[in-house]
C-alpha cells in the first residue's frame, strides 16, 4: 500500500468515528482488520518518521499516521478500519520534547504535537537504555514517549534531591503524582 491510500483510507475512516475520550484519537484499539504486509516506513529513535529511506516533511501527515499507532505484543502496525500495516519503531514512538508548569502540574508535549499531563494515567517509568536509566512516559494505550534530554536536563534542575541507601533520587512532582528521572551513588 502507498501513503496516499493509506492516508485517504485513514480520512474516510475517521470521519464520523467516536474518538477516544482519554486522548481524541482514533478508537484503533477497537479496529481489528487483518494483517496486510509490512510497509518500509521507520520511526528513528530520534522521534523522526521515515519513508522508504526518506524523512517524512509534511507534520499533518504524521500527526494523521501517529493517531493510527497500535502496538501488539512488540509490534507496532498503523491501522485502518480495514487495514493493519506493520512499521518499525527503533525504540518509542513519541519523543517528548517540550513541557510547561501550571500549579504544580506538569504538561508535556510530544514530536508530533500531542499534548497531556503526567499523572498516574500518564504516568513516568525508568528504563535502561545504552545502560544509562532513562524516563518513558505514558502516552495512550500502551503507547510510550521518550523523555527528550533537553526536557530531561530542565526537569534535572527542578528536582528534589532524596538520599535513600547510599543513592541519591531525583524527584519530581506533578499534582499528587510524583516521579523519578533518576538516581545516582550519593558519594559521586
Not at 478508537?27 to 504486509?37: H, I, K, L, Y
Not at 507496532?76 to 525504540?91: A, C, M, R
Not at 512532582?173 to 558519594?187: K, L, P
Amino acid at each position: 500500500m502507498d501513503l496516499f491510500s493509506l492516508q485517504q483510507q485513514l480520512s474516510a475512516g475517521m470521519k464520523g468515528t467516536p474518538e477516544d475520550s482519554e486522548s481524541n484519537s482514533p478508537p484503533v484499539d477497537r479496529w481489528n482488520p487483518a494483517f496486510c504486509g509490512d510497509m518500509n516506513l521507520v520511526i528513528k529513535r530520534s522521534g523522526q518518521w521515515w519513508h522508504e529511506g526518506t524523512p517524512f516533511t509534511r507534520a499533518p501527515l504524521v500527526k494523521l499516521f501517529a493517531s493510527v499507532i497500535k502496538k501488539e505484543d512488540e509490534k507496532y502496525f498503523l491501522v485502518t478500519p480495514v487495514e493493519k500495516i506493520g512499521i518499525t519503531v527503533e525504540d518509542v514512538p513519541f519523543v517528548i520534547i517540550d513541557h510547561s508548569e501550571q500549579d504544580n502540574v506538569i504538561h508535556v508535549t510530544t514530536s508530533v504535537g500531542e499534548r497531556f499531563t503526567i499523572n498516574q494515567d500518564h504516568p513516568v517509568e525508568l528504563r535502561e537504555f545504552d545502560g544509562h536509566p532513562v524516563p518513558y512516559c505514558k502516552v495512550r494505550r500502551n503507547l510510550w514517549a521518550r523523555v527528550h534530554q533537553n526536557v530531561l536536563y530542565r526537569w534535572v534542575e527542578q528536582a528534589q534531591q532524596i538520599q535513600h541507601n547510599g543513592k541519591l533520587s531525583l524527584y519530581l512532582q506533578s499534582g499528587d503524582y510524583r516521579f523519578s528521572i533518576g538516581s545516582i551513588d550519593a558519594a559521586e
